[in-house]
């Protein structure tokens, strides 16, 4: 199972980027995709979640209105649209995927939202 996730980069207040998580190595169309974000110092948390034919969406309140999760399972990847970024949305980015129990996490992406 790999996960790698890609798109991060530096932006400004109000600007958007989209992160894309390529997956290989398991039936990708048959598990739901997490995003999640982590501050040096603070614990990860949860951003967004797809399920695995993206008919259900998830979305933590700091996030709701600004990004948008999809998926294209034709290219085994996942997408996180972040549009109006705010300085505290700075973190490294990871997507991952439970498969029978376990967690697995691609490397991980930086964003950094600063003027």
């Known amino acids: 199972v790999q996960l790698q996730a890609s798109g991060g980069g530096l932006v400004q207040p109000g600007g958007s980027l989209r992160l894309s998580c390529a997956a290989s190595?398991?039936?990708?169309?048959?598990?739901?995709i997490g995003w999640f974000r982590q501050v040096p110092g603070k614990e990860r948390e949860g951003v967004s979640c797809?399920?695995?034919?993206?008919?259900?969406?998830y979305y933590a309140d700091s996030v709701k209105g600004r990004f948008t999760i999809s998926r294209d399972n034709a290219k085994n990847t996942v997408y996180l649209q972040m549009n109006n970024l705010k300085p505290e949305d700075t973190a490294v980015y990871y997507c991952?995927?439970?498969?029978?129990?376990?967690?697995?996490w691609g490397q991980g992406t930086l964003v950094t939202v600063s003027s």
């Open positions: 797809i399920s695995s034919k993206g008919y259900s969406k």
């Open positions: 190595g398991f039936r990708f169309d048959d598990y739901a």
């Open positions: 991952n995927t439970r498969l029978r129990g376990r967690d697995y």
